[in-house]
């Protein structure tokens, strides 16, 4: 959403997103990992030393002053859509995300997660 948000001129909305953007890529190397995700000041630091996704760290530190923070969205997107493709949880040939969401939700069991909002799981 951080390309949308400044589209439509609301920057404040957009360092939200770039925010959101960074905590959830973090999370999301963490678990692809299998690793918890430590406090938020040693969280990208933490990143650095993981096999899957780990070289991500490098890219996240640097986007909040880049220029080309869609461009660096984007490449990180298409990492991370590669390694859900790579490890078998989504099938999903996109990189976008939000089907490789889907995907990995449909296969969820437990009825009372799977009840659950997209954004909630």
Same mark, same amino acid.
């Given at each position: ?9 609301? #920057?404040? &909305? ?10 959830? *890529?973090?999370?999301?190397?963490? %678990?692809? =990992? ?29 986007? #909040?002053? &880049? ?10 997107? *298409?990492?991370?859509?590669?390694? %859900?493709? =790579? ?35």
């Amino acid at each position: 959403n951080y390309p949308r948000c400044l589209k439509h001129n609301e #920057p404040g &909305a957009a360092a939200v997103a770039l925010s959101d953007f960074i905590t959830h *890529t973090v999370h999301t190397v963490h %678990l692809l =990992n299998f690793k918890f995700t430590p406090y938020y000041k040693w969280m990208i630091r933490s990143m650095q030393s993981l096999p899957l996704l780990g070289n991500l760290a490098d890219d996240l530190n640097k986007l #909040p002053d &880049a220029v080309n923070k869609t461009e660096i969205i984007e490449q990180i997107c *298409t990492s991370i859509a590669g390694e %859900l493709k =790579n490890s078998g949880l989504s099938d999903s040939t996109s990189n976008y995300l939000e089907p490789h969401a889907f995907d990995i939700t449909s296969r969820i069991r437990s009825r009372e997660i799977k009840s659950l909002h997209i954004m909630e799981c």
